[in-house]
């Protein structure tokens, strides 16, 4: 699977932004799509995910700001941030589980000025 990110850029604070992840395969047949993100000296953490079935997950530092869907006609997974924070400056990744492993897109870099 190969994925292709895209969306990410410079906003201020209470932004928002809108992170693309393309696939080359038909989404429906991965398990789960989502993000990673890492900032500067910290761990990657998981940001969202969907799975083929729809069920969404989130960290809690997203909930009720980020919001992760998904355009089957496009094999794209969509993550919308809003309510940007300076703290959710990182690169972020996207990801894909399948049955075969875990692929990785190339990260795009978001940064949230104060």
């Known amino acids: 699977v190969q994925l292709q990110a895209s969306g990410g850029g410079l906003v201020q604070a209470g932004g928002s932004l809108r992170l693309s992840c393309a696939a080359s395969?038909?989404?429906?047949?991965?398990?789960?799509v989502g993000w990673y993100r890492q900032a500067p000296g910290k761990q990657r953490e998981l940001v969202a995910g969907?799975?083929?079935?729809?069920?969404?997950d989130f960290a809690d530092s997203a909930k009720g700001r980020f919001f992760i869907y998904r355009d089957n006609a496009k094999n794209t997974v969509y993550l919308r941030m809003n309510s940007l924070e300076p703290e959710d400056t990182a690169v972020y990744y996207c990801?894909?589980?399948?049955?075969?492993?875990?692929?990785w897109g190339q990260g795009t870099q978001v940064t949230v000025s104060s």
């Open positions: 395969e038909n989404i429906f047949s991965i398990n789960a």
């Open positions: 969907i799975t083929s079935s729809g069920r969404t």
């Open positions: 990801y894909a589980n399948t049955t075969g492993g875990t692929y």
